[in-house]
C-alpha cells in the first residue's frame, strides 16, 4: 500500500503509481525486471550521510554508480551510505522502498544522465512500487538539484 504522504503527492500531480507484490522491486535489477522497462529507467534513491552530519538523497539512473570523487566536489564532504535504520528514520522509507517525493528534511539531488530516458520509474515509499514520471516532472516535485555525480 502506498504510504498516504506519497499518495496526497501523487494525486497532487496526477500521477499513478504501480503496485506490485511487496519485496518484488526493491533492487533497480528487479524493478526492471517488474515494470518491464531498462535498468537505467529505475530511479534508484540513495540515502547519504555527511561528514558534517547532514543527510544528502542522490536519484540516479538504477544502472549507473556514483562516483565519490564527483560526489565530493558536490557536496563539499566525503560521504557515507546510510544504514537501513538511519534510512528509515530521516525519509520514513525502508531501503528498497525510498521515494524522493514528500522529504522535507534532506536536500536531493537528481543526476542528469536520468534525463536521456522519456520515462523514468522511482520508487513509490514501498519495495513493491513505481511511479512512471519524468525527468523535469521528478525534479519540480522532488525539488531536486540536477547534478553529474555518475559514472
Known amino acids: ?12 500531480h496526477g500521477l499513478t503509481a504501480m503496485e506490485f507484490e511487496p519485496g518484488t522491486t526493491p533492487t533497480s535489477v528487479q524493478a526492471a525486471h517488474a515494470i ?24 540516479c539512473a538504477g544502472d549507473l554508480r556514483v562516483n ?6 558536490l557536496l563539499g564532504t566525503k560521504t557515507r551510505m546510510a544504514t537501513p535504520a538511519e534510512t528509515e528514520l ?6 528498497g522502498g525510498v521515494c524522493p517525493f514528500a522529504l522535507d528534511n534532506v ?15 522511482p520508487a513509490a515509499g514501498t519495495d513493491g512500487s513505481g511511479v512512471p514520471t519524468n525527468y523535469a516532472q521528478l525534479c519540480e516535485i522532488c525539488g531536486g538539484l540536477p547534478c553529474d555525480v555518475c559514472s
Open 1 to 12: 500500500m502506498i504510504p498516504v504522504n506519497v499518495q496526497v503527492v501523487l494525486d497532487q
Open 36 to 59: 518491464g522497462v531498462q535498468v537505467g529507467q529505475i530511479a534508484k534513491s540513495i540515502l547519504l550521510k555527511g561528514k558534517n552530519s547532514k543527510y544528502y538523497l542522490i536519484v
Open 68 to 73: 565519490n570523487q564527483k560526489l565530493k566536489s
Open 90 to 95: 530521516v525519509t520514513g522509507f525502508r531501503p
Open 107 to 121: 536536500e536531493i539531488f537528481v543526476d542528469k544522465q536520468l534525463a536521456d530516458y522519456d520515462v523514468i520509474y
